[in-house]
C-alpha cells in the first residue's frame, strides 16, 4: 500500500506511536505525517510552548502535538529531558497509562543533541566540524553525540519495548525507526560524528535480534539533505537539493502500514529514498529525492 492510500484510508487509526525530537525538524515531520495516516502520536520533549528552546530554534512539543490533531491524528505532548534516564522513565510511564494494554506498535528514535551550539560553521568552542579529533573537545561531542544521541535512543528503547511486547500480543507487527546520518557506509566528514551514526545503525541490528521473536521489526533510515529549521536558518543560497522533513515521514508511514516488507528489510540502515521507490511516493513538491551520496 502505497503512501496515498495509506493517507487517504487512515491506516495508521488505531496506532500508537511515539516520535522523539519531534519538536522541529525531521522527528516533526515524521510525527506530522504519522498523525496524517491517522496515529496517535506521542511526543515527549524538552521544548514547550513559551519557553527557550535549544539555540533559541522555532518549534516545541505542543505546537507539533497540535498540528498533528488537525491533520486527523491524535498529537500528545509529553515534557521529557531524554538525556536523563529518570526523565525517559517518567515519561514512558505517562505513555503507558495513556495506552494501556494497547502498547505502542512504533517507535521512532530521532532525538540528537550533537547539533546543539553549531551554526553550520563552528561550534561555541570554535571548533569545526570535520575539524582533527585531537583538536576537538571529546567530552563537549561525546555529551552531544553519544549521551543526547546514541544513549538516548537506548533509553527509548528500554522503556518503549515493554509496551510494544504488550502491542505485539494482540498481533500487531510493530516497528522501531532509528534516524541516522548515512552515506552507504562512506565517511561522514567528521571523527565523532562518524562514531556516533555508526553506533545508531547498528541499533536496528541488535534490536532486530532481540525483538525479531515477537515480531517487531527495526530500521535505522536515513533521510537525505533535509530542510530543518537549523538548515534553514543557515540561510544557504541553493537548497534545491534538499527535501522536506516530512519525505522521511512517508517512508516510516508506508513502513508501518506494511509489516511484512518492514520485516524483509529488519535490521537493514537505508535510506528513506529506497523506500520511496518501493512505495511509489514522492516528496511534498511532487519530487522523487534521490538518496544522498558523499
Known sequence: MNWTIVASQKLLKGKNAVVTGASRGVGKGIALVLGEAGATVFIPGRSKKNSTTSDNMPGNIDDTAEEITKRGGLGIPIYCDHSDEGSVRDAFKKISGEVR??????????????????????????????????????????????????????????????????????????????????????????FYYDIAKAAVNRLAVAQSEDLKEFGISAITLAPGWTRTERVLAANLPDLTPTESPEYIGRAVACLAANPEVAAGWAGRTMPAAEVAERFDFTDIDGRRMPAFKM
Open 101 to 190: 494494554l494497547n502498547g505502542i506498535d512504533i517507535l521512532v528514535n530521532n532525538v540528537w543533541g550533537g547539533y546543539e551550539g553549531y551554526d553550520g560553521e563552528k561550534r561555541t568552542d570554535g571548533t569545526k566540524f570535520g575539524q582533527k579529533f585531537w583538536e576537538q573537545n571529546v567530552n563537549g561531542r561525546w555529551e552531544g553525540m553519544f549521551e543526547r544521541g546514541v544513549r538516548a535512543h537506548m533509553y527509548s528503547s528500554i522503556y518503549a519495548a515493554p509496551l510494544m511486547l504488550e502491542a505485539a500480543k494482540k498481533g500487531t507487527k510493530g516497528l522501531i525507526i532509528n534516524t541516522t546520518a548515512w552515506a552507504f557506509d562512506k565517511y561522514i566528514g567528521d
